[in-house]
């Protein structure tokens, strides 16, 4: 049962300190998405990736985040220094998008809390 | 650009009764839309999508949509809800053809409850 899966699941840190979130896609999966998802905001695209390249990261504040593929059973998502509204529950997800729509597949989420 | 509008934030049903949760799109060409359900402290899960091909669509745990164009709807419905079926369930729209755009815009999602 191939899934999506998220390091760390929870993750409570203090203001200015730099958290770095993992994702492993599916095996085969070409494009990967990061989201975060507030009670305020809801779901909100922060980046993705096709073949390891960035295509949109708009949604992602430049001065702290950054999101890379190291390789292709990778994505990171580093954010230094953190702040309070930081704290969200983060999601990767993975398509595999040779066709024309894409279904995403959702990891379990790392929910950040920086205090 | 697309957008998703999901009408309630929150819908109680009570056990056995219909589930109809509603969602309106806005897009610039005809679109995909999905339907995800997150349970509590998980990951958003696929429902059901429609990709131009029929109309009504039937997905997992019972539910079905029907993608209306004239009503710019695609509203998600379930005969009789379940205990189990409680949880948050978001609207999701997509452009139709492929290229670079594979990003998918959510609605702000609908919390089910549902009572004994």
């Known amino acids: 049962d191939a899934r999506v899966t998220q390091t760390p699941r929870d993750k409570v840190t203090e203001m200015g300190q730099e958290v770095t979130m993992r994702c492993q896609p599916i095996?085969?999966?070409?494009?990967v998405f990061w989201y975060r998802q507030t009670m305020m905001q809801g779901l909100e695209l922060l980046a993705y990736?096709?073949?390891?390249?960035?295509?949109?990261d708009s949604g992602m504040p430049k001065d702290r985040f950054s999101a890379e593929m190291p390789d292709a059973t990778l994505a990171t998502l580093k954010i230094q220094p953190s702040e309070p509204r930081d704290s969200a529950v983060y999601f990767c997800?993975?398509?595999?998008?040779?066709?024309?729509?894409?279904?995403?597949?959702f990891g379990p989420g790392t929910r950040l809390t920086v205090l | 650009a697309q957008s998703v509008t999901q009408l309630g934030s929150h819908v109680s049903v009570s056990e056995g009764a219909l589930v109809l949760l509603r969602c309106n799109y806005s897009?610039?060409?005809?679109?995909?839309l999905f339907w995800y359900v997150q349970y509590p402290n998980q990951g958003l899960q696929l429902l059901l999508k429609?990709?131009?091909?029929?109309?009504l669509v039937k997905g997992i745990n019972g539910f079905e949509a029907e993608f209306k164009k004239s009503e710019t709807s695609f509203h998600l419905t379930k005969p009789s809800a379940h205990m189990s079926d409680a949880a948050e369930y978001f609207c999701?729209?997509?452009?139709?053809?492929?290229?670079?755009?594979?990003?998918?815009?959510f609605g702000k999602g609908t919390l089910l409850t549902v009572n004994p």
């Open positions: 897009s610039s060409v005809p679109p995909y």
């Open positions: 095996l085969g999966h070409n494009t």
């Open positions: 429609y990709t131009s091909a029929a109309t």
């Open positions: 999701a729209v997509s452009l139709s053809g492929g290229g670079s755009n594979y990003k998918l815009t």
């Open positions: 997800a993975s398509a595999r998008t040779v066709q024309t729509y894409n279904e995403q597949f």
């Open positions: 990736f096709r073949n390891r390249a960035p295509l949109d």
